[in-house]
């Protein structure tokens, strides 16, 4: 008997190494907050992950990376305010537009695509050579990327932008949820500090 897939074989890849954990080089097996398995289960997950360039190197390095599974990323984002909720789904829904166009337009079916597709920004346009830190942002379920919601990639300037839509209440819950989970070593709770940054949950 066949194994039912949930999508068509063009709406999903295999998780691209861009979006593995920096250090094992591996899949990233668990949601950050509840540490629940995300491949073992099949989970609907999103992977974060935030570079930024090395000013001696002039590399681009991972500065965070995380996954974090639906139910709670669901938890979270019904804790911004409703003005926070509504700046937010206005904002994406007029940058984001293009990006969608430009999906159906030229498709992903390799990984080299998918660098392609991530290699300037969803918002200005920017190449992503002339950028000193972004992050990227893709939508899994279990092994495979979502293709049907493409993975993006935002310059550090919108993202100034998008924290600029947050009200003062959601921003403190966004400080909670960070100084809980995103902690992990030094480095990237200094990263957290002043210009801040924040997780993107939409
Ligand atoms: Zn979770």
Known sequence: METTNYYNDDSKLIIPSLFYDSISNMPIERCQVCQKKIIETDAEYMIEKVFRRNPISGKMEVMFEFAICFSCALTFVNSYSAQSKENLQRYFAEHLEGRITHIFQ????????????????????????????????????????????????????SMDDVADLLSNETIDNMD?????????PPE????FKSPRRRPVLI
């Open 188 to 191: 990237f709770r200094d990263f």
């Open 106 to 157: 030229k498709s992903i079916t390799s990984e080299i695509d998918i660098y392609d597709h991530l290699s300037t920004c969803a918002i200005t346009g920017k190449k992503v050579t002339e950028l000193e830190e972004y992050q990227i942002i893709g939508r899994f379920r279990g092994g495979f990327l979502k293709l049907d919601e493409p993975p993006f990639l935002i310059g550090a300037n």
């Open 176 to 184: 909670d949820f960070t100084g809980k989970y995103l902690t992990g």
